[in-house]
């Protein structure tokens, strides 16, 4: 083989444009890879869905990078970052297709990333790989003691370049083919337990203006409640503006958002969240995104709430999707409790690695 040339990936307009080429790329490989590493293809993108996020770049700066050899592409890297002031981390994705992770194509893809990390000031490299949910010859233990995962090639790598893992998170699905009736009965049970304190509301994108300022502070203590061992996450900023920005990208994608949140009437605070997510495709699998129950709030089955809530509306916007694909920290044994009391079974696993720049 030729050497391997890295170029910054051209980001097209549209992904119908002419230099469309790189960004569709990168989307089959990640898709690719994924269900190599994974074992299921529940976590496929499109690039209709993922072009709004990398063409606004209000919060998060995007780079991504292309491996070639000759005109074959090998593989794709991308390193995202928040744009606000004194951010020291940046996550990245490397996305190489499985016969080549071993020619160097992955090698040459993350020292680009690191490159790009200190020319911008990042010296905290965070990334995320998938294995597949039976074990291997090979067992992974992160840091925080809690799961195990089979090692991949793209963690073999990351561990010979100095990454370390840190945390491990389950990946778990849910069938939608039969009733909910566990939803049903979970969440009659969890609303009187709540006690009349608590209110459901539910919307879809865009967010009522009402709820945008709660609606954010939600999404901002995503940052800093929840679990993430010895992951260097930064609390970040999110205002109605930044909200509006968010549902403009995923409606821009072709997807649908369901949201279901408790109100605490004495406060008159949002204190509980869950969001489900779907593409175009009527028939595809939904995601389901944040979840969150604010710690002064805990104790009292919110989270049941707003999961049990959430999918038996969903069931009304989406009847053709099979299943719920959602991941958790291990650690965070009361959401997968929830989950598993609901029928969510594992499906892989996901690793966090985290290496500092010196």
């Given amino acids: 083989m030729t050497d391997i040339v890295i170029t910054p990936m051209v980001i097209p307009t549209s992904v119908d444009a002419g230099d469309a080429t790189e960004f569709r790329a990168m989307v089959d490989i990640g898709n690719r890879m994924a269900r190599s590493d994974g074992g299921i293809d529940d976590l496929d993108d499109t690039a209709e869905q993922l072009l709004p996020s990398w063409l606004d770049q209000t919060d998060r700066l995007r780079r991504g990078f292309i491996a070639r050899s000759d005109s074959e592409i090998l593989g794709?890297?991308?390193?995202?970052?928040?744009?606000?002031?004194?951010?020291?981390?940046?996550?990245?994705?490397?996305?190489?297709?499985?016969?080549?992770?071993?020619?160097?194509?992955?090698?040459h893809l993350l020292g680009r990333l690191e490159q790009e990390a200190r020319e911008v000031g990042r010296s905290v490299l965070q990334c995320w790989t998938l294995h597949p949910a039976a074990p291997g010859e090979r067992m992974l233990v992160p840091l925080t003691g809690w799961g195990t995962a089979a090692?991949?090639?793209?963690?073999?790598?990351?561990q010979e370049s100095g990454y370390v893992l840190e945390?491990?998170?389950?990946?778990?699905?849910?069938?939608?083919?039969?009733?909910?009736?566990?939803?049903?009965?979970?969440?009659?049970?969890?609303?009187?337990?709540?006690?009349?304190?608590?209110?459901?509301?539910?919307?879809?994108?865009?967010?009522?203006?009402?709820?945008?300022?709660?609606?954010?502070?939600?999404?901002?203590?995503?940052?800093?409640?929840?679990?993430?061992?010895?992951l260097e996450v930064e609390a970040e900023v999110w205002d109605d503006a930044r909200v509006v920005r968010r549902d403009a990208q995923f409606l821009a994608g072709g997807q649908r958002m369901s949201v279901a949140a408790v109100i605490h009437e004495p406060a008159g605070e949002m204190v509980a969240f869950n969001e489900l997510v779907i593409g175009s495709d009527p028939t595809g699998v939904t995601h389901q995104w944040g979840t969150l129950v604010v710690k002064e709030h805990r104790g009292r089955r919110l989270g049941t709430i707003v999961k049990c809530a959430n999918l038996i509306r969903w069931r009304e916007i989406a009847p053709d999707s099979p299943k719920v694909s959602t991941?958790?920290?291990?650690?965070?044994?009361?959401?997968?409790?929830?989950?598993?009391?609901?029928?969510?079974?594992?499906?892989?696993?996901?690793?966090?690695?985290?290496?500092?720049?010196?």
């Fill in 151 to 158: 090692a991949t090639p793209l963690s073999d790598l990351l």
């Fill in 76 to 107: 794709a890297a991308s390193l995202t970052t928040a744009v606000a002031e004194g951010t020291t981390s940046a996550e990245l994705e490397l996305m190489v297709i499985p016969p080549h992770m071993a020619s160097g194509a992955g090698r």
């Fill in 327 to 358: 991941f958790n920290a291990e650690e965070n044994r009361p959401m997968l409790d929830i989950n598993e009391a609901i029928g969510f079974v594992p499906a892989s696993y996901a690793g966090g690695w985290q290496k500092k720049l010196v």
């Fill in 167 to 230: 945390q491990i998170e389950r990946n778990s699905v849910l069938s939608l083919g039969r009733p909910l009736g566990l939803a049903t009965q979970r969440l009659a049970e969890a609303m009187a337990f709540a006690g009349d304190d608590y209110r459901v509301v539910t919307w879809s994108l865009p967010a009522p203006p009402a709820l945008r300022d709660g609606y954010a502070r939600m999404i901002a203590r995503m940052s800093t409640d929840v679990p993430s061992g010895d």
